[in-house]
């Protein structure tokens, strides 16, 4: 659905716009007092737009990441022979949230149980996915995984692996939904996505 609602996109892509430097791939690295976490479940447009709204979450980048290929293009991702997934990758705060925090919210974003999909967006690179920096995000990610399993009658068929590099994604995809609030795609997937998750938050607060 997502890559039939974006053709215009996809064309344009092909029309001229070019990839984002080898030399901008890598933007894992937090400014002082800030920590990084990068996971996937489905468009990184609806991630994007669902974490911004966390307080304590200071930037939100769209990428991929997971897979082999370097410095991959959108086009070359959707045509799931890179092995990246659509990724985001999250600068907070961790005195105001914490990485635990942030992967409940992660779980309760998109739907975990599905493998290699969300919707009507298929293919692995729309796979659920946590990407840890570190042994103790690793650690984490694994716990908070096996607590959110009550929340679920199917399966979390989240994948847990080490990040290796995170790749910006084109510049047209930050902030996407932002940008483009009455796109065919945005209005139809990304808004419910926010405003669920924007009712989640709220009730967090009481």
């Known amino acids: 659905m997502k890559k039939t609602l974006s053709a215009l996109l996809v064309l344009a892509c092909f029309a001229g716009l070019t990839r984002v430097s080898f030399a901008q791939m890598n933007e894992s690295k ?7 976490a990068v996971f996937g479940g489905g468009c990184f447009w609806c991630l994007d737009a669902q974490f911004k709204l966390v307080k304590g ?6 990428g991929y990441a ?4 370097k410095n991959p293009s959108y086009e070359e991702v959707c045509s799931e022979t890179t092995g990246h997934a659509e990724v985001v990758q999250v600068e907070f705060d961790p005195s105001v949230v914490t ?15 599905t493998l290699n999909r969300q919707g009507a967006d298929v293919g692995t690179s729309y796979r659920s996915i946590i990407l840890y920096t570190d042994e103790n995000q690793k650690a984490i990610a694994e716990q908070v995984k096996a607590e959110a399993q009550k929340d ?3 399966p979390i068929v989240t994948e847990i692996a080490p990040l290796t590099v995170f790749y910006r994604a084109e510049e ?12 065919g795609y945005c209005r ?4 419910p996505k926010v405003k669920k998750f924007e009712k989640m938050l709220q009730a967090e607060k009481q």
């Open 57 to 62: 979450v200071k930037s939100v980048l769209s």
């Open 172 to 183: 047209y995809h930050q902030d996407y939904f932002a940008k483009n609030p009455t796109q």
């Open 152 to 154: 679920w009658p199917d």
């Open 188 to 191: 139809l997937v990304v808004a």
């Open 99 to 113: 990485y635990e925090d942030l992967l409940r919210k992660f779980f309760h974003a998109h739907d975990p149980t």
């Open 66 to 69: 997971g897979g082999t290929t």
């Open 30 to 36: 937090s400014a002082p007092g800030l920590q990084t």
